[in-house]
C-alpha cells in the first residue's frame, strides 16, 4: 500500500515538473518577442492586461439645484449647454442613421481621411504623446467611413468587417491605429501599443473592444480601434475596466454624479427634457443614440 502511495507520488511530480517544462518552454516559444527596438516584450501583455480589476467608487453621488429644458432646445444650441455627439453607443443593437452626421464636425487627416475635428484634435495630441514617452510612431489605418465604404467593406471582408449602419467607423469618432510593423491584433505586442492601451484615456480615446468586454460589446478583441468619448468618460471606462455599453448603466437615471472637477448625467429624457445645473460651469450634452443623454458639467 505504502509503495503505491509513493508510486503515484513520484508519478504526480514528474507529471508537474513536465507540465512546467511544458509551459515555459510555450511560454519562452509564443509569449516572448523580441520588438522592432529588439527589446523583449511579452505577447500575453493583452490577456495579462485584462486580469486587472476595475475600480469602483470613484463616482460620487451630488445633489444640485436642476433646470429643466427641452432636450430639442438644447441640441439646437439654443441653451447655454453646448450639443455634441461624443457619446454616441454605436452597435449592432443601436445603428446610427447617415442623417445625423449632419452636425458632426469633421476634418480632413490625411491620406483622404477624415474625422470628428474634436477627435482629430486629441489623436494628434495622442501621437506626440507616444512619440514623446515612448519613442513609436502611431499611424491610422482607418477613420470615418460612409455607409457605402462600410457596406462595400462588409462585403469584401464579412469575417471582419460589420453591417454598414453598425460600425462605429460611420459616427467619426473611431479610428484603427498601428505602429510600423504592428498591425491589428499584433499593435498589442509594439511598444506603442502598450503604450496607448495605457494611456489613450487621457486623451479622451477608450480601447472600445477591450480583451475583457466581449459580453457586452459582441466584439473580439480590437487593441488598434480606438474610440474617441472624451475625457473625463475616456478615464472613468478605463479606470473601472468596462466597456461603453456598461457605461451609461453605472449612472441612476437624472442623478448627478461628481469625478474630480467634473459632474455627469444620465438622462433617459423620457419626458422630453433634460435637467442642467445653472451657472456652475460649462455644459457640454451628448445623445446616447438610445434615446437618452449624457450631460459633461466641467465646473468653473
Ligand atoms: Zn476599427
Known amino acids: 500500500m505504502k ?41 500575453a501583455y493583452g490577456i495579462i492586461g485584462s486580469m486587472k480589476r476595475g475600480e469602483k467608487n470613484i463616482l460620487a453621488k451630488k445633489e444640485i439645484a436642476l433646470v429643466a429644458y427641452p432636450a430639442e432646445d438644447i441640441m439646437a444650441g439654443k441653451t447655454m449647454a453646448k450639443p455634441e455627439f461624443t457619446l454616441w453607443l454605436v452597435n449592432a443593437t443601436y445603428p446610427l442613421a447617415e ?76 479610428v484603427d491605429v498601428k505602429t510600423s510593423g504592428y498591425g491589428q491584433r499584433r499593435f ?60 451609461y448603466g453605472i449612472f441612476e437615471n437624472g442623478k448627478y454624479y461628481e469625478y474630480g472637477d467634473y459632474l455627469i448625467s444620465h438622462q433617459t429624457s423620457d419626458d422630453g427634457l433634460i435637467y442642467l445645473p445653472e451657472n456652475i460651469g460649462d455644459i457640454k450634452v451628448s445623445p446616447d443614440n438610445m434615446g437618452g443623454y449624457i450631460v459633461t458639467v466641467k465646473v468653473k
Not at 515555459?24 to 505577447?43: E, H, N, R
Not at 469633421?106 to 506626440?128: P, V
Not at 457586452?216 to 475625457?231: D, F, K, Q, S
Open 188 to 247: 498589442v505586442m509594439s511598444r506603442g501599443g502598450r503604450w496607448t492601451d495605457e494611456n489613450c484615456s487621457r486623451f479622451g480615446f477608450i480601447i472600445r473592444y477591450p480583451f475583457y468586454g466581449k459580453k457586452t460589446t459582441m466584439v473580439t478583441y480590437e487593441p488598434w480601434h480606438l474610440r474617441y468619448v472624451g475625457y473625463p468618460h475616456a478615464e472613468i471606462i478605463s479606470r473601472m475596466r468596462i466597456t461603453l455599453e456598461d457605461y
Open 3 to 43: 509503495n503505491m502511495t509513493n508510486g503515484k507520488r513520484t508519478l504526480c511530480i514528474v507529471l508537474a515538473v513536465l507540465i512546467l517544462l511544458f509551459a515555459s518552454a510555450a511560454f519562452v516559444q509564443f509569449g516572448l518577442k523580441k520588438d522592432i527596438y529588439g527589446k523583449t516584450i511579452c505577447t
Open 99 to 174: 442623417e445625423e452626421l449632419k452636425n458632426v464636425n469633421m476634418c480632413e487627416i490625411g491620406n483622404g481621411r477624415t474625422l470628428c475635428t474634436e477627435a482629430y484634435e486629441n489623436l494628434k495630441a495622442l501621437f506626440a504623446a507616444a512619440k514623446e514617452e515612448c519613442g513609436d510612431e502611431l499611424i491610422v489605418t482607418s477613420g470615418f467611413r460612409t455607409h457605402d465604404e462600410q457596406a462595400a467593406l462588409y462585403v469584401s471582408m464579412p469575417a471582419v468587417a460589420v453591417e454598414a449602419g453598425t460600425s462605429e467607423h460611420q459616427c467619426g469618432f473611431a
